[in-house]
């Protein structure tokens, strides 16, 4: 099958518009000029709307990963303590790189079940430089409670970073009124950009505990950032990959278009659409939520239902044409998910839906085609 | 003036040809999917050829800057002697990395000098991890001596790391055959792609190294790019910046078609055109040369003519529609450098030399307009 006519229904890289693509095809230019500095400043204008900070904001050259390890290389050193919120696979990537500058103190949970507060307040009260925090666990579909966490952060005077890589650009994030001293987010995901970009958000309390420490990673120093940033011309500190500045601006105006309130009101539909049909097919979401938990706006984990792998369903959607996500690392098999961010449409979810209930249908799952359908549309019919 | 009217004739980025941005406009792909396993092997190869080596190749979605890094910080720990030679603004920041990771022998020369292999000896002789190289240094126009570097690193038992971000793809590399253990390059320089990528070579000598480095960045850990690579399906550790490989991809093939003898003559060609033509104009070359370094064969730095800021000329060549570049740091005003990199052809260089004549002639440097056109002509006719 041609690409052209693959659907991208994964958590990330997410289908990029022709729109987007063709902003990449501008000719390079000059990375220290005024054109680059426009670009460039427009971008973080936007960016600060979609965040809600007033705080610094810079756009890395690198993945999501290369902007978390930014905020805990800049701000962490060996003897701070860090507690590292661990219910999935980004969560325990958080404490990976945690553990790489600082002292973790890990705080682990099954992948898959709530954060319980109680138990972070503790770890919190023994005393902590920072809490890591993975507001949509895109591994697992769960919505961790950042607001929740942003409050103990203060409480006991911890900096509050938050990966919000699948959830700024697509569901409701607020970083200045949750407290969120570092917020990183990736191009690929909810703002609908190519991969290969990370934003990140930085507060002054976040700069101030950089002046304590001694040795800052190279490429990902945040105090080099600042300082570019703040040049007669806007720039960073190191080369940017330009035709994916062209490309992130694009998708930006796109974001600003369409609206962050309908954007996330968007993305909050699509996700019921998808929890909707799965349920009229008897298909169980992954994640066990308690009362401060939510399922994820952006992707939606399903256990993979008796007698078949999460695997076979994402191979057999590949053959229609549908890329969506198996489980990772030890959830390898055991779920599939399906990413409903960035510019996806109702009628994106719609096919998915309607190749998952024929998938299911062959595979002996469910009985009928049809009721899945109709159930999504339902959903989907609020944002006509 | 409208860019597609820009000529880009600084040290990188470097234009890019439509071919190459047209490559850019595919849709994106799952990163974890077998094509873009297939891309990425590609890739691989064709650098495998052009580093002219059989150590491991990585592509890295960060700039050169980033791979640098990558270089230092996987095979040096904080007591690990490192001999950072500096002569001009990219070994000063070879020289800054380092420090970040391990122990500094600074080995400093006035930036534009040679350097001198008496001295790398010396500081060799009293043992070293490792030793530092900028092969062409940017800032200053000096191809710088890496080939006798290899052999002293090679008796002094020391790792060999060495930037070669506008020397490889452009000029004569010979990553096995000097004894290179870690080699960089950038995407936007003599390969002639987008800026965004940087490509490292690691022999296994480098990777040895690693065994004892207890805490290596995570974003840029040359054990995890080579364990994703040794995957059934090739991948990278972190998403990589899709659209940057379509455009590497293609590039890469250029590189191929045009074959690396006639590219490397190409590269030489241009750069000796540039330096005939400023000779006869009465312009300085900056580098001060001894007999085992050379000017640069992708980037030509002069000095300002008397009375003239290098920037000036600069700011009068980008009215007239050409952008070439000043000096970098201490630099600053004293020089002007034409980067004659990529898939920069002949025209490219005599419409930069034609417009660099007629400024320099109002500002009363020259005479006439003609005799630098003239002599660029001369040299470049052995290209036809």
Redesign the interface.
Known sequence: MN??D?L?M?P?????T?RI??A????????R?A?FSEIYDDCREILADIFKTDNDIFVI??????AM?AAV?CTIKSDDKVVAIENGKFGERFK??AN??GDVVPLEFEWGDSIYLDMVEEKLAEGAKAVTLVHNETSTGILNPAEEIGKLARKYDALFIMDGVTSIGGDDVRVDEWGVDIAVV?S?KCIGA????SMISVSERAFEAMEDIE??????DLKAYRKSANKEKTQTP???????FY?LQESLHIVMEEGMEARINRHKTGAEAVRAAVNTMGIQMFPNLDSCSGYSNTVSAMRAPAGVSGDDIKKDMLKRGI?IAGGQGRLSGKIFRIGSMGNITSRDILVTIQELETVLHKRGVVSNIGPGIEAANNVLDALL
């Open positions: 690409n052209e693959i991208l994964m990330g890289p997410v289908p990029v022709p693509l063709r990449m095809s501008k000719p390079m230019i000059n990375h000029g054109e050259s690198g993945s999501g990963s290369a390890e290389g990976l790189l790489i500058y990736g690929q190519p991969p290969g970009l040795k800052i990673p190279y490429y990902l190191y080369t940017p990959a330009i035709p994916l490309a890329v």
